[in-house]
T-cell receptor, first 119, second 114 residues
Framework: AQKVTQAQTEISVVEKEDVTLDCVYE???????LFWYKQPPSGELVFLIR??????QNEISGRYSWNFQKSTSSFNFTITASQVVDSAVYFC????????????????FGKGTKLSVKP | DADVTQTPRNRITKTGKRIMLECSQT?????MYWYRQDPGLGLRLIYY???????NKGEISDGYSVSRQAQAKFSLSLESAIPNQTALYFC?????????????FGPGTRLTVL
């Protein structure tokens, strides 16, 4: 069965600190996709990144970076030099390949990590 | 204009009332989804539809029903609302790409059942 665990319920940092949000996943599929979404206080979901299981290269986008390690089934998200605008709930999600084992390719979300960045 | 719209954006209702949440999309996608978000629980799938004639139950379909009136419209109904259905509801559309399902979310509907 597929599962996504975000063990950190809430994190509070001071502006300019670096912060890492953890995501651990479970799947029996060899082809799968991992996602991060941001939900600011306004409530909408903002797509941040998608990564497929064959691409273990780390990704950097400005102050954001993602570390994908299949050996530990983790897809962690780091914000460098955090800012108040980074305050949000962040969700990690998993999707198995469509058609594998009857999978419909639906998204399974973690419970989210609430990040508060204080000035 | 937004690609995925939800109406209403906020709704307060009373226990026992019938409520319909509507979702429309202009993305031309065949797939549509309804999720529910509760604090500390993430998003959970209620129903999904891969085309107008295909409706599937998700993880938490009890107490809900859906209608896919057209490719662009997918409605979620609470036949008799109860307080524990107070939540933030998201509609999403899905584009079938090679091997995976790209989903695009609406802005959400905040429902309060008193």
């Amino acid at each position: 069965a597929q599962k996504v665990t975000q063990a950190q319920t809430e994190i509070s940092v001071v502006e300019k600190e670096d912060v890492t949000l953890d995501c651990v996943y479970e799947t029996r599929d060899t082809t799968y996709y991992l996602f991060w979404y941001k939900q600011p206080p306004s409530g909408e979901l903002v797509f941040l990144i998608r990564r497929n299981s064959f691409d273990e290269q780390n990704e950097i986008s400005g102050r954001y970076s993602w570390n994908f390690q299949k050996s530990t089934s983790s897809f962690n998200f780091t914000i460098t030099a955090s800012q108040v605008v980074d305050s949000a709930v962040y969700f990690c999600a998993l999707s198995e390949e469509e058609g594998y084992g009857g999978s419909q390719g639906n998204l399974i979300f973690g419970k989210g990590t609430k990040l508060s960045v204080k000035p | 204009d937004a690609d995925v719209t939800q109406t209403p954006r906020n709704r307060i209702t009373k226990t026992g009332k019938r409520i319909m949440l509507e979702c429309s999309q202009t993305k031309g996608h065949d797939r549509m989804y309804w999720y529910r978000q509760d604090p500390g629980l993430g998003l959970r799938l209620i129903y999904y539809s891969f085309d107008v004639k295909d409706i599937n139950k998700g993880e938490i379909s009890d107490g809900y029903s859906v209608s896919r009136q057209a490719q662009a419209k997918f409605s979620l109904s609470l036949e008799s609302a109860i307080p524990n259905q107070t939540a933030l509801y998201f509609c999403a559309t899905g584009a079938e790409l090679v091997g995976y399902n790209e989903q695009f979310f609406g802005p959400g509907t905040r429902l309060t059942v008193l």
